[in-house]
């Protein structure tokens, strides 16, 4: 009996440290105005900034938007390593009945994929098509991490 817990100590020790080691604690992003936050890897969180995009009056595409429907829209963007800073996609919310009236099942999605669905609501995210950057770099790593959570309904929280 001294011998297998003899051996399972250090088995364990080896164990507990690389859980340790690969950890990243999850932070909540607030997408406000759109009534949801997402929970992200901490390294990422602070790469990411949240832009309004419901009252821009400029973009013409935002104002479409607000025309069929959508009650808040926002941009999540992503700041590389090298400073410079990336849409990554677009969050919308809208009653799910209005965002039916978008679907046309002979083209793509204008305001994204349907995430989740909830009390006649529904949060839509249109992301990139393409990876941003090389899949090797530390920023394409993060964007591949940060692809799958967006497009995960259970990364959602309401705010």
Known sequence: MRRINFFLIPVLAIVLASCAT??????SVNLAPVPYAIEVESDIAKRLSVEDLGSDLSNVFSMQAKQAGAISQVRINYKADDGSIHGFAVVY???KADFDKTLNPNEPPLYGS???EKSGMVLAI???QDSIFEPTTQDGKNIS???VLVYD???????
């Open 22 to 27: 690969n950890s990243s604690k999850s932070i």
């Open 93 to 95: 919310f809208f009653a």
């Open 114 to 116: 349907k995430v989740l």
């Open 126 to 128: 249109a992301g990139p």
């Open 145 to 147: 991490a940060l692809y």
């Open 153 to 159: 309904p259970k990364s959602f929280k309401s705010s």
